[in-house]
């Protein structure tokens, strides 16, 4: 077990507990004989500006990282943490990213299916099977299966919430830069109050998902 900063919850006997049972499903499949068996999962399906990101995780079998669960649950702080102890652990991660403006021609649906499969394609190696949060990635020649909920009852899916959202706030951040009169870095492209009054004030940027509620008025 990899031990975090002491900023995320520490491994005590209720911790083990709950990591043990978010592994039952890479468990089960490691006695079925699969070895690469990758966590999928995205971040920004709902937010009315920036891409959607996401992302493929494939851990160590039998690697349990206190803290990890499902990256809504966490603050920034510890994603950070989190982020930098599953890059430094996994085997392999693999990020695919769709702009807004493919989201408006092809729906956000298939765009968050379209950027799952590129951060399945950006993988090193091919993984045996994959576990994605809520969905199936059609095409994949090997085993899947989507968990509802799965980013907060499979390891590997919430590793993979965890990379989707530490890169998507990245990127939010680093078009802040760019357009800083709509507050980026504070809102993510979600659509909060203060959002949606710099769309009235400004109008739409280039980064809105112009076919969104809020957006096109």
């Known amino acids: 077990m990899v031990s975090p900063s002491s900023s995320v919850p520490s491994s005590d006997a209720e911790e083990r507990r709950r990591l043990f049972e978010m592994s039952l499903f890479e468990r089960s499949l490691s006695s079925f004989g699969y070895r690469y068996i990758c966590g999928i999962d995205e971040a920004g399906r709902g937010p009315l500006a920036g891409p959607v990101v996401a992302a493929a995780v494939i851990l160590p079998s039998g690697l349990l990282i206190p803290g990890v669960r499902d990256s809504k649950l966490l603050a920034s702080r510890q994603r950070e943490i989190l982020f930098e102890l599953i890059a430094r652990e996994a085997i392999s991660i693999g990020v695919g990213v769709v702009d807004n403006h493919t989201i408006d021609e092809i729906n956000i649906l298939q765009a968050t299916l379209l950027a799952m499969k590129r951060a399945v394609a950006c993988l090193p190696l091919e993984p045996d099977y994959l576990l994605i949060d809520a969905l199936t990635l059609p ?32 990127l939010m951040d680093r078009y802040h830069q760019e357009f800083p009169q709509y507050q980026f870095n504070a809102h993510k492209g979600y659509g909060t109050r203060a959002h949606l009054q710099k769309i009235k004030e400004f109008g739409p940027s280039p980064l809105h998902r112009k076919t969104f509620r809020g957006v096109s008025q």
């Not at 090997?142 to 530490?166: E, F, P, Y």
Request: aromatic share 4%.
């Open 139 to 170: 095409g994949f020649p090997r085993g899947q299966k989507g968990i509802i909920h799965g980013d907060n009852l499979c390891m590997t899916i919430a590793a993979a919430s965890i990379v989707a959202k530490v890169m998507r706030d990245r």
